[in-house]
């Protein structure tokens, strides 16, 4: 006998209780030599240090839908999950817990402190993924991988040593990313931009010949003392005479060129700019291309080193100030404006950011750009949405070469190392003591970028650099999904190496979804008071309410709002959805059979069947496209407003026709299977009541619906639209003239030929659902015999609805003369 389900639907039992079933009956895992076609997705690794936040949300629900769908689909879908290490991330934790307890990590001394990361890591990293699996996350987690374990850095080592023995990676003098706090190198992503206030200095450069000079505007006074140009545009009538000679630096006493470069905005301040090769990025190309010396005037600390004379020791904010002053003092200072300008800050301390001039290790891109351009181009890997491929490529074109080395002490040790005599020694396995002792090596103190290492992750989560069967079956992965803003930082390094590496893209599509967002579009955040935590909404209205609310939200490449009541219509539509399900079990009876076959249907049953395939058809369509939302949104209408609000209806009026639970399995046995990939647990439920499934047998397992065209019926869907707009029209009369539920009313319709034809089939229908005793084809003398009468106007037919012993004709006379009124 097919069981019924509880009365109400409680999402942190069932939810709970499934997880534990799907993990332990191994539903999640996949086998290089199962059957299918491969299908891969590697989870973007959140940080070792990460909490559960909407975007891991957002990015989970994506990927869970796109690969729960495959599996039903009969592909040999796997989940790749795992962890990056975060290098800087981390080291602050960890180096915060040591200052509460009076300590730096010099006090410990590297090796003590590495240990200590890593038993914190053991502690308390990975936090995420086991919130991750309350959402439902049918990740295969025997494959679990971190960016820093034993594996991947055996191929971190293979990486960074074949590409050195390439010439791909050097150690040079560039200008980086520095911060001072951390006092290391740290990427472009890692970098926040901020619109601070400041000041605009304008300053007089005298002419070394004795004329008055050049009048340069800046927001970084301090970095004057490392100039060694003022530069112009070519252009500029202005100064086209001054180009070619010679000024003094202030405070310095310094001569240094006036030259021109296309590079200046004529429009900045007076335009003429300062030239400080070694302090901003802009103005280390306009050196490069001229021949200027970089001058460096800071310490790594962000004071001004012997460089800058006089203001040597001082603080940066503090070297501000008193240039301000000097060159005040000496009528240099013509005057200052204040202005609120761009400034970077470090991501993970929020200290300013100081473009730096730095001996690093770098990745040589040009050569590597080339090829991962060329397979956007031709297709082999693509975007959705499409729109994101030129900017990608964009950035591909002007790519700089990639600083890769971080002064740190968490993370992937550079594998070089220096012996006695200078010799330099890139080595796959770490030297033995003796080789050590003997050759005297001692190993470059820095540790790797973290993107380094997660640039690798398409094919090392595959056992990479071994030639393993994972390898073989899935790479190139599938799909790569993840937010649009680390496309530049993230994928085009996947795709790079992966093409260098392998010979083949990482993955075939990359799939962009946007930032999560509050409803009115703003970005959410704790200082804005419009965080949301997304473990909270999970409490109050289940894994299945967020995932659902998320997806309908999610348009390709579209930032997603969100407010906590949207999340909770998506609860009210999980308990419909069960409700519905309970009311269609107790008509489908004591065995679920979905065969149609020998089945006399009624109108009803072959509308509901023609829209179960429409659905199936939009849901499918979307979800090719990626459009999550435009699924969601399609069979959120076929369950809400159909399937119960129309068909669940008429079939309760019907509890005995074999024709109505045959219906029903099929119908929702189909939309089970749809909704699935979106809400995993509410689904698999309600799936396992209607089959009575064993423990062997799981949604997650059972085939995605296949195509039914036979199905869809123009004729029943005109026929029940036809039905649904009298049936509405009838209600709205009934309403505006206050009549009772149990209140028949009569109807006599005029209607054409073609009208009459379409809504006969669907009589019976109309008279339960609009509560009409006698229905009758009329034509109008018939009518005009039973006036008094009320008129309700439908397509093709006129309805007329005598009043007399139904409303009160005083009442009705007053009531339509307000109206007129």
Request: net charge negative; glycine share 8%.
């Amino acid at each position: 006998m097919t069981q019924q389900l509880p009365r109400s639907y409680d999402p942190a039992e069932v939810e709970d209780r499934l997880y534990r079933w799907w993990e332990s009956s191994g539903f999640f895992r996949a086998e290089p030599d199962d059957p299918g076609e491969p299908y891969a997705i590697a989870m973007p690794p959140p940080n070792v240090t990460g909490v559960l936040h909407l975007g891991h949300a957002l990015t989970t629900a994506i990927e869970d839908a796109l690969v729960r769908r495959e599996r039903m689909r009969g592909r040999n879908a796997v989940w790749l999950p795992g962890m990056d290490h975060a290098g800087i991330a981390t080291q602050n934790v960890v180096e915060r817990q040591l200052a509460s307890e009076g300590l730096t990590r010099h006090d410990l001394g590297r090796e003590a402190f590495v240990e200590r990361v890593w038993a914190w890591k053991e502690r308390s990293g990975g936090t995420i993924l086991r919130q991750l699996r309350r959402l439902g996350a049918s990740c295969d987690w025997s494959r679990e991988a971190f960016t820093f374990d034993e594996a991947r850095s055996r191929a971190v080592r293979e990486v960074f040593v074949t590409l050195y023995e390439q010439g791909l990676i050097y150690r040079g003098f560039r200008l980086i990313n520095w911060c001072p706090r951390d006092m290391s190198a740290i990427s472009d992503i890692e970098v926040d931009h901020s619109q601070d206030p400041g000041e605009l200095a304008y300053v007089r450069y005298p002419a070394a010949d004795g004329s008055e000079g050049v009048v340069v505007a800046t927001t970084r006074v301090e970095t004057m003392l490392g100039d060694t140009a003022v530069a112009v545009h070519p252009d500029d009538e202005r100064y086209a005479h001054l180009v070619g000679k010679t000024l003094v630096l202030p405070l310095l006493g310094r001569e240094i060129p006036v030259l021109s470069d296309d590079h200046v905005d004529p429009a900045f301040g007076t335009g003429a700019v300062k030239v400080t090769p070694a302090h901003d990025p802009n103005d280390y190309e306009i050196g490069r291309r001229h021949g200027l010396e970089a001058i460096d005037v800071m310490t790594g600390e962000a004071r001004i080193n012997a460089n800058g004379g006089p203001y040597e020791g001082l603080d940066r904010g503090d070297a501000r100030r008193k240039v301000t002053r000097d060159l005040d003092d000496l009528g240099l200072l013509e005057r200052v404006e204040q202005r609120v300008h761009s400034v970077g800050h470090c991501s993970r301390c929020g200290t300013v950011v100081e473009p730096r001039l730095s001996e690093q290790w770098f990745v040589a891109v040009e050569s590597l750009a080339g090829p991962a351009a060329e397979a956007v181009r031709d297709g082999r890997t693509t975007f959705v949405p499409e729109r994101n491929t030129k900017p990608f490529l964009d950035w591909l074109e002007h790519l700089h070469d990639w600083c890769i080395s971080r002064q740190l002490w968490w993370g992937h040790r550079i594998p070089i190392w220096y012996d006695r005599d200078g010799g330099v020694h890139a080595l796959r396995d770490d030297p033995s003591v003796d080789e050590v002792e003997t050759k005297g090596l001692t190993q470059d103190p820095d540790v790797l970028d973290t993107w380094f290492s997660s640039q690798l992750w398409p094919f090392t989560t595959l056992g990479w650099p071994e030639r393993t069967a994972d390898l073989r079956t899935w790479y190139p992965n599938a799909v790569l999904e993840t937010g649009y803003d680390i496309n530049s930082i993230w994928v085009s390094r996947m795709l790079m190496i992966g093409l260098h590496l392998l010979g083949d893209v990482p993955f075939r599509v990359v799939f962009n979804h946007g930032m999560i967002r509050d409803e009115l579009g703003k970005k959410m955040s704790k200082s804005q008071g419009n965080a949301i935590d997304p473990l909270d909404l999970i409490e109050r209205f289940g894994a299945d309410a967020l995932r659902f609310a998320l997806l309908r939200a999610s348009t390709p490449g579209q930032d997603v709002p969100l407010a906590t009541e949207w999340v909770e219509g998506a609860r009210r539509f999980a308990n419909k959805l069960w409700n519905a399900a309970r009311l269609a079990l107790s008509l489908i009876g004591d065995s679920a059979d979905g065969s149609l076959e020998g089945v006399e249907l009624a109108a009803e049953d072959r509308w509901i069947l023609s829209r179960t395939e429409a659905a199936r058809a939009t849901a499918e369509e979307a979800f090719d496209d990626y459009d999550l939302a435009r699924a969601a949104r399609a069979l959120y209408h076929f369950v809400w407003d159909e399937l119960c609000d129309w068909y669940l209806e008429l079939a309760k009026l019907r509890p005995d026709d074999p024709a109505v639970a045959r219906v029903l399995t099929t119908v929702l046995d189909t939309a089970l299977r749809l909704l699935h990939p979106l809400m995993p647990f509410v689904t698999e439920e309600i799936w396992r009541t209607l089959w009575g499934a064993d423990d062997a047998t799981s949604l997650l397992r059972a085939a995605w619906p296949s195509a039914a065209p036979q199905r869809r019926d123009p004729d029943a869907e005109a026929s029940f639209a036809a039905v649904r707009e009298v049936v509405t029209e009838l209600r709205r009369f009934r309403a505006e003239h206050g009549l009772a539920p149990a209140r028949r009313i009569d109807v006599l319709a005029v209607a054409t030929a073609g009208s009459r034809a379409v809504l006969t089939g669907g009589v019976e229908g109309i008279r339960r659902l609009a509560g009409v005793g006698t229905w009758t084809f009329a034509d109008l003398a018939a009518v005009e015999a039973v006036a008094p009468a009320g008129k309700v106007v439908v397509a093709g037919a006129d309805l007329h609805v005598p009043l007399t012993g139904v409303v009160d004709l005083d009442e009705e006379r007053e009531r339509l003369s307000r109206e007129l009124d």
